[in-house]
């Protein structure tokens, strides 16, 4: 059984503060987001990933993982500012569950989005997790046209 997938009217502009991680995909990120989770306790995890892994070679795939911020935050010394301007998303639901985000990525990108009748918007998608016990993967978002 797959997890929902609504369309969602963003209204306004999500930040996030992140560093930048260069390598494969899912390998060691439970570490990152435990360490990012038990530093910002409260606030919501974001990963994106920045790269296709079906063109790009996996040493050279490049993510950040960062937490949210609100727009009077200041961005921690050694991080970055990165943004997601308000629009529509696709949001799958995973809603804490221990998925296989490789699988459920795919699902969204290959199955979904061609019968949806929507478009990508140009944006890389991204993960939230909730950090309330742990980081948990709550949400994944691609940004629609």
Do not use: N
């Not at 991680?21 to 899912?26: D, E, H, L, S, V």
């Not at 979904?112 to 980081?135: N, Q």
């Amino acid at each position: 059984m797959r997890p929902g997938i609504e369309t969602v009217a963003q209204a306004h502009e999500i930040r996030y503060a992140y560093t930048e991680r260069i390598g494969p995909y899912f390998e060691d990120e439970g570490e990152i987001l435990v360490s990012l989770a038990s530093h910002h306790p409260g606030c919501r995890l974001i990963v994106v990933r920045l790269d296709d892994p079906d063109v790009v070679p996996a040493d050279q795939l490049r993510s950040r993982f960062g937490f949210e911020i609100s727009g009077t935050d200041s961005i921690p010394e050694g991080q970055h500012l990165g943004r997601f301007a308000p629009g529509k998303f696709a949001v799958m639901d995973i809603g804490g569950s221990e998925p296989d985000p490789q699988s459920q990525w795919k699902f969204l990108y290959e199955v979904w989005l061609p019968h949806s009748g929507e478009s990508v918007r140009g944006l890389p998608g991204f993960e939230l997790y909730s950090t309330e016990s742990g980081p948990k993967l709550a949400h994944l978002c691609v940004a629609l046209a």
